[in-house]
Nanobody, 124 residues
Framework: QVQLVESGGGLVQDGDSLRLSCAVSGRTFSDSVLGWFRQLPDKERECVAC????????VYADSVKGRFTISRDKTKKTLYLQMNSLKPDDTAVYYC?????????????????WGQGTQVTVSS
């Protein structure tokens, strides 16, 4: 079993930066993909960015390219999302997720393990 615990959310202003962290514990996995997703009330959960745990390959949603950076520290077993130039449209609950396997999917249904989420609010 994999446990994921997010931290780092909060209230910031338009244009500010924020870094989210996701501590990974439990089963140690080598062939896996981790990702950050976000969800607004009454909206579907959407992928923000994903990364292969071993190879470090990354993919981003078009809406965050050039502003957000996903990374991981394999020694600390921690996933990060550096968010710069935040906009009010980035306001959402952000979730950390993991799937076993090397294929990167944007579809949240492909991910088996989820954190509890952390709220990010960007005021205008």
């Amino acid at each position: 079993q994999v446990q994921l615990v997010e931290s780092g959310g909060g209230l910031v202003q338009d244009g500010d930066s924020l870094r989210l962290s996701c501590a990974v514990s439990g089963r140690t996995f080598s062939d896996s993909v981790l990702g950050w997703f976000r969800q607004l009330p009454d909206k579907e959960r959407e992928c923000v960015a994903c990364i292969r745990w071993i190879g470090g390959d990354t993919v981003y949603a078009d809406s965050v390219k050039g502003r957000f950076t996903i990374s991981r520290d394999k020694t600390k077993k921690t996933l990060y999302l550096q968010m710069n130039s935040l906009k009010p449209d980035d306001t959402a609950v952000y979730y950390c997720a993991a799937r076993i396997g090397s294929t990167i999917y944007f579809n949240p249904a492909k991910y088996d393990h989820w954190g509890q989420g952390t709220q990010v609010t960007v005021s205008s």
